[in-house]
């Protein structure tokens, strides 16, 4: 018998991973295993998550998925730009995802529609996503594109541009 209390939903989410990260599969007798156990668990600190920096190094969406979905996170921070890359796709500056204005894996980046997808997956876990857009510092891919710093006039009226576009892809 497994009984779960939880104060809330996402506490009884929380105790459903427990529960399947404690589950093990006994081969020999093909059947599922649970230790006997008590468990009390809640968060020792408001923020329980992590940062991943894409900018620098590129993991496929399924990766994140699979690593939201392995920890009791409830904040995922998604580090999208960095010097090497702009890692989110831009429609109305497609320029910044071309390959040569990134010099760590080049042409890999996260398209709106699945920075959307993202967004619902954590939304389901409890996990609430913080997207990163670095502004002024690390700012080299922006500058390999656009020629000019964030800070100039030009620079200003992109990133206000950019900034809508974002906004409208997290809805958080």
Not at 32 to 37: F, G
Not at 52 to 63: H, Q
Not at 85 to 106: D, F
Not at 143 to 159: A, N
Request: proline share 4%.
């Amino acid at each position: 018998q497994i009984e779960v209390t939880a104060t809330s939903s996402t506490g009884a989410y929380r105790a459903l991973q427990t529960i399947q990260q404690l589950t093990t599969y006994a081969k020999n007798n093909r059947s599922y295993c649970l230790p006997t156990c008590e468990i009390i668990d809640w968060p020792a600190f408001r923020i329980r998550g992590f940062m991943l920096d894409v900018g620098r190094t590129y993991i496929s969406i399924n990766e994140l998925k699979k690593e939201i979905s392995k920890f009791k996170i409830n904040v995922f921070h998604w580090h999208l730009t960095e010097n090497q890359a702009w890692r989110l796709e831009s429609k109305i500056y497609p320029k910044l995802n071309a390959p040569e204005n990134m010099t760590r894996m080049p042409g890999k980046y996260y398209t709106l529609q699945e920075a959307k997808e993202l967004v619902a997956f954590c939304k389901q876990r409890y996990v609430t996503l913080i997207p990163e857009i670095d502004m002024p510092g690390h700012s080299a891919a922006f500058v390999r594109t656009f020629h000019t710093d964030m800070q100039s006039e030009k620079g200003m009226e992109i990133l206000k541009r950019l900034m809508d576009e974002v906004c409208e892809t997290f809805d958080v």
